[in-house]
């Protein structure tokens, strides 16, 4: 899934004059974005690979008993689990590779996570809806080849979508062609053949299905990682590309938002409600840091009553990157999240927390209690950004005496240096942070920002001088949510509208194939009436009239007349062909509804033929076994565990079939989504 910027490898293509779809981006551009998804193509690659060996090599420690071959095995699982741990940390470097993602401007900002595109394989639907338009809909499969090559086309230029608007409506034209194409060709009562295969973003394990579901799910997590990259390549350097980032952010963990919401049991970690619910607070709190940029970017005045909003602000911003890294060290994301995100996450929360409190020390040592100033305003201003004050003190005695002022003050830059070193430390802790040289030149200068203060303030020997800063209240005028994606804005047209009207003409829907009917008319009249909308169906059937002894029955559809389509043809049209021949006969095409078969199993499962269960065959398994206590739940064997703590005990998460064919012989189908289950908690 390669990508390309715009403004250095291909613009967006213009949609042709039909306006099916747009093209993607070249795949083969060379810029640094395709460079990195090109790189995370060859990754998955050489991660799938060695899941394929540890599956082996599990499967044969487990069926013999030969100690010889047992040590050989395990020997070669610890190389195969150290190789897995090199190629995850490979990928975790790519996922921080956020220079590529950022404005080319000349900036001086932290920068800000993005996150990269699933990748995947192509699909091939030719012959499946080929078979299924003969089959079900008893049409020439021949004359739907465009319309099949259409769909195909769309879905693979959403493989290297443009990192802007229209990338973003493409991926969203496609995702509702998808709701088009699963009510035409995915019966609830089968499954279609066609395999999709999604690589998690995270960990570059593949996960294959044959439900459509897996590639709407994967759809919506595209899209909303094209929003955060959109959201980082904003110019953080004026106010329109800061507001464009915290709309961008905020889209992105709307979409995120949806995802965990509607799609409660995805196979993949990364689309995991537990790892969802991360992601839309690390949008959230991205979104909010460009929100104080944009307060402070036309410059902070050193005054009373702005140092005190600011202070508030930036503790806001603090209090979110600390909630998202205590979400990031919980099980099980802790496990499978970037650790340089992590880290990120405490650089951030102990950096923007010693800014706030070098914003109250300057308060505390620049601005002392004037006869003109309102002094009831200011200790209302100054009581605010407290929880308690340390004992001894109140907010008008340290407003109005000088001494205690100094002290306070000294005491918050005391406690913003040591934020400050908390930061860089982490930073220099990290490997991937310490190559960023833009996060340690901002770490740096506000490091030694607060260090100048702080020598500036005269010394004093007293004890009262090594008073504790109290924690600052975070408070913030701009409130950050979620904004839930709006699809109705994307116009699309169904690519197989020629099948008729969707209400009628659905794979949920059977009938009997088309007959063929001679109208004749008897004394002016059809010895019938029409009803119902498109398409139009027989009512109050003579039984006596030649067309009812030609096989005519009540309720019947009509599909042509004359030879012409009137699938999408209302009941005065459709009288009018009548009219239109006089007294002639006709012929008429009808077909006749049959009941539908029972819908399937609506739980989740991988699609897994001869192999160990994956993630959502064990959350399968738990709720089958909550339904029905009398049945024995299978063995609920673990996802991927990456470490070598959990090795001995780990399933192999590979979840591609071993033979297509086999799919024929597999007793119980399930399908791989529950569509808005109330047992949604998988942790």
Known sequence: MTDALPARGCPPAEPPEDGYFRKGCNPLAETGRSKLQNQRAVLNQQILRAVRMRAGAENLLRATTNNKVRE????????????????????????ISVEVYQNTEETFSIPLVPLGLKETKEVDFTLPLKDFILEHYSEDSSEYEDEIADLMDLRQACRTPSRDEAGIEMLISYFLQLG??????????????????WYDSFTGVPVCQQNLLLEKASILFNIGALY?????????????????????FQRAAGVLSYLKETFTHTPSYDMSPAMLNVLVKMMLAQAQECVFEQIGLPGIR??????????????????????????????????????????????????????????????????????????DQQEKALSQLYDHIPEGLMVLTVLKDKVQRKQLGKAHLRKAIVYHEEALRVCGLCKKLRNIDVL??????????????????????????????????????HKIETIAPQFSKVKVKDFFHRLGPLTVFSAKQRWTAPRTIRIHHEAGELGFSLKGGSPVQIYCLDPACSAAS?????????????????????????????????????????????????????????????????????????????????????????????????????????????????????????????????????Y
């Open 440 to 477: 340690q030149e901002v770490l740096t200068a506000a490091h030694k920002r607060s260090l100048l203060k702080y020598a500036q303030q005269e010394t004093e020997d007293d004890f009262l001088s090594l008073i504790q800063a109290p924690d600052i209240l975070a408070k913030t005028e």
């Open 180 to 197: 088009y194409v699963e009510n035409r060709f995915f019966p609830p009562t089968r499954h279609m053949g066609v395999l999709f295969t």
């Open 72 to 95: 050989q095995v395990l020997l070669e699982l610890s190389f195969v689990n150290s190789d897995l741990q090199i190629l995850k940390e490979e990928l975790e470097g790519l996922n």
């Open 550 to 682: 030609m096989g005519l029955k009540e309720g019947d559809y009509i599909v042509s007349v004359g030879g012409v389509d009137c699938k999408w043809l209302g009941v005065n049209e459709v009288l009018e062909k009548f009219k239109s021949v006089g007294e002639q006969p006709i012929e008429i095409e009808v077909i006749s509804c049959q009941d539908t078969a029972a819908s399937m199993h609506s739980k989740s499962a991988t699609y897994s033929v001869g192999m160990q269960k994956t993630y959502s065959l064990i959350c399968l398994a738990m709720e089958e076994d909550k339904i029905d206590q009398t049945k024995k739940a299978p063995l609920k064997l673990p996802f991927l565990s990456w470490g070598t703590k959990n090795r001995q005990k780990a399933a192999s998460t590979l979840c591609l079939p071993s033979a297509v064919a086999g799919s024929s012989q597999i007793k119980k189908k399930l399908s791989p989504f529950t569509l808005l289950n109330t047992e949604s908690s998988l």
């Open 228 to 248: 955060t990259q959109i959201g980082t390549r904003c110019n953080r350097q004026t106010q329109a590309g800061l507001e464009n980032a915290v709309d961008a």
């Open 302 to 375: 050193n005054e009373f009553f702005t140092l005190v909003k600011m202070t508030q602000e930036v503790a806001k911003v603090g209090e979110v990157y600390m909630l998202v890294n205590t979400a990031m060290n919980q099980e099980p994301v802790k496990e499978n999240i970037p650790y340089s995100w992590s880290k990120l996450a405490q650089i951030k929360s102990d950096h923007y927390k010693a800014l706030a409190h070098y914003f109250i020390a300057t308060i505390l040592c620049d601005h002392e209690l004037q006869s003109g100033d309102d002094e």
